[in-house]
């Protein structure tokens, strides 16, 4: 298996653009997590889903963060419109029944 | 609410030596699971060991083992033999599923340094 792949990697945009992460699960796990990494704040949970359907999503920042999982193989984490506070690494990771998480590679977002 | 702590911000082990890091979590659950991910510079979370909290056998991987104190909450790793590749960030995580419906609470991480 290819693993959780993210993309895109690097990702720098302008203040007020709509910014689009994606995800894509490994084959099988049906919970998928997307958190944020900053230096100020570690590690944090955003949203999380199982089965498709979000069952936390308390750590979405504010109504600018959304967060989609249309399908088992996909999801998108939105920001509309960025802002310079939400730079930081998005990570996705999706895991199964007892199984441990995987992590993907992360997408490093600047926003300028 | 369950929270992770890491009180080493970084740590530095002479290559071949071995060093313990530290973590102390806080739950009022009995059933739990915690872990240890490295963070290479390359930034991908590596799932280095994990423990579940029902078993009183302390996990080992390799050159990796952990000393999980269940009543003093404590979950440290131990790196044994350490290598120049071991050189990255370590989180410790706390997890009250194993990974299907739960988040993974995190610590603010240590950082490791091999020398040569």
């Known amino acids: 298996d290819a693993g959780v792949i993210q993309s895109p990697r690097h990702e720098v945009t302008e203040m007020g653009q709509e910014v689009t992460l994606r995800c894509k699960p490994i084959s099988g796990h049906n919970s998928l997590f997307w958190y944020r990494q900053t230096m100020m704040r570690g590690l944090e949970l955003l949203i999380y889903?199982?089965?498709?359907?979000?069952?936390?999503d308390s750590g979405m920042p504010e109504d600018r963060f959304s967060a989609k999982m249309p399908n088992a193989s996909f999801s998108t984490l939105k920001i509309q419109p960025s802002e310079p506070r939400d730079s930081a690494v998005y990570f996705c990771?999706?895991?199964?029944?007892?199984?441990?998480?995987?992590f993907g590679s992360g997408t490093r977002l600047t926003v300028v | 609410a369950q929270t992770v702590t890491q009180s080493q911000p970084e740590m530095s082990v002479q290559e071949a030596e071995t060093v313990t890091l530290s973590c102390t979590y806080d739950t009022s659950e009995s059933d739990y699971y915690l872990f240890w991910y490295k963070q290479p510079p390359s930034r991908q979370m590596i799932l280095v060991i994990r423990?579940?909290?029902?078993?009183?056998q302390n996990a080992t991987e390799n050159r990796f083992s952990v000393n999980f104190q269940k009543a003093a909450k404590s979950f440290s790793l131990k790196i044994s033999d350490s290598q120049l590749g071991d050189a990255a960030m370590y989180f410790c995580a706390y997890n009250q599923d194993g990974g299907s419906q739960g988040n993974l609470i995190f610590g603010k991480g240590t950082k490791l340094s091999v020398k040569p």
């Open positions: 889903f199982n089965n498709n359907v979000p069952i936390d």
């Open positions: 423990q579940e909290a029902y078993k009183q």
């Open positions: 990771a999706s895991s199964f029944w007892f199984g441990g998480y995987t």
